[in-house]
T-cell receptor
């Protein structure tokens, strides 16, 4: 079955530290991958997306993600975390010729000062 | 500004009631989705629709049905609400891949928090 897995349920980082959130996918062909963020009480906002081309993708709010086919991963990174980044982050994926969008279980990010 | 609108932010219903959750998008998108969001489980797909009157089951369709009579509107129906359907429900829409939508993202509504008592 096609799926997206986020192995970390919670992550805590200090403000100013770097961040990496993990995402693994299990699509056979080229997947289309997305990262969304959900702040408390808010809807989901797209951070970035990958569907072809350069495997390092830049997004909003200083986030980036790298697609690694050999590791079936699409990890989200940020070099220096701000307190306002505290939120829940979701990885999502779709197979190349499909419309169905599937999400991971989410990673809750806590930022400590 | 693109918009996906869910008719209610909060709903409280009684066990056994028939419940309708409505979603409208103004982006002329072919695809529409209903997800359920629960802590630790992420977003689980209930149903999605890729065209008017077309639907496909997601991962957790039991206890739910959907209706898509017009392109802009996608309704989720709880035929007989139960307490285990208490959850946050999110609607989303996206372009179809057949209209160049392969790389496009889904846009989400604000969610409906449903409590079944």
């Amino acid at each position: 079955a096609q799926s997206v897995t986020q192995p970390d349920i919670h992550i805590t980082v200090s403000e100013g530290a770097s961040l990496e959130l993990r995402c693994n996918y299990s699509y056979g062909a080229t997947p289309y991958l997305f990262w969304y963020v959900q702040s408390p009480g808010q809807g989901l906002q797209l951070l970035l997306k990958y569907f072809s081309g350069d495997t390092l993708v830049q997004g909003i709010k200083g986030f980036e993600a790298e697609f690694k086919r050999s590791q079936s991963s699409f990890n989200l990174r940020k070099p220096s975390v701000h307190w306002s980044d505290a939120a829940e982050y979701f990885c999502a994926g779709r197979r190349e010729y499909g419309n169905k969008l599937v999400f991971g279980a989410g990673t809750i990010l806590r930022v400590k000062s | 500004d693109v918009k996906v609108t869910q008719s209610s932010r909060y709903l409280v219903k009684r066990t056994g009631e028939k419940v309708f959750l409505e979603c409208v998008q103004d982006m002329d998108h072919e695809n529409m989705f209903w997800y359920r969001q629960d802590p630790g489980l992420g977003l689980r797909l209930i149903y999605f629709s890729y065209d008017v009157k077309m639907k496909e089951k997601g991962d957790i369709p039991e206890g739910y049905s959907v209706s898509r009579e017009k392109k802009e509107r996608f309704s989720l129906i709880l035929e007989s609400a139960s307490t285990n359907q208490t959850s946050m429900y999110l609607c989303a829409s996206s372009l179809t891949i057949y209209r160049g939508g392969s790389g496009t993202e889904a846009f989400f509504g604000q969610g409906t928090r449903l409590t079944v008592v």
